[in-house]
């Protein structure tokens, strides 16, 4: 059954992954699509903070602690 276009693009996208049941249904449990969608979008801005840091120290200290 075909999707329909995202919202946010226009255009309908898909991201296909093999998993187990088991995984299918934790993904599931977790919110599906919607889920991913936020930690996408977290890790997105997380990056943007990192390389758009000002502080010479600030750059340091995240990538010390892997932020």
């Known amino acids: ?19 187990t049941a088991s995984q299918r249904e934790a993904f599931n449990k977790l919110g599906g699509s919607v889920w991913l969608r936020k930690q996408l979008t977290a890790e997105l801005d997380r990056q943007w903070s990192l390389e758009h840091s000002t502080s010479y120290g600030t750059r340091i200290m995240n990538r010390v602690f892997g932020r």
Request: no cysteine; glycine share 6%; hydrophobic share 35%.
């Open 1 to 19: 059954m075909p999707r329909p276009k995202s919202d946010i693009t226009g255009k309908k996208l898909v991201v296909s992954v093999r998993v």
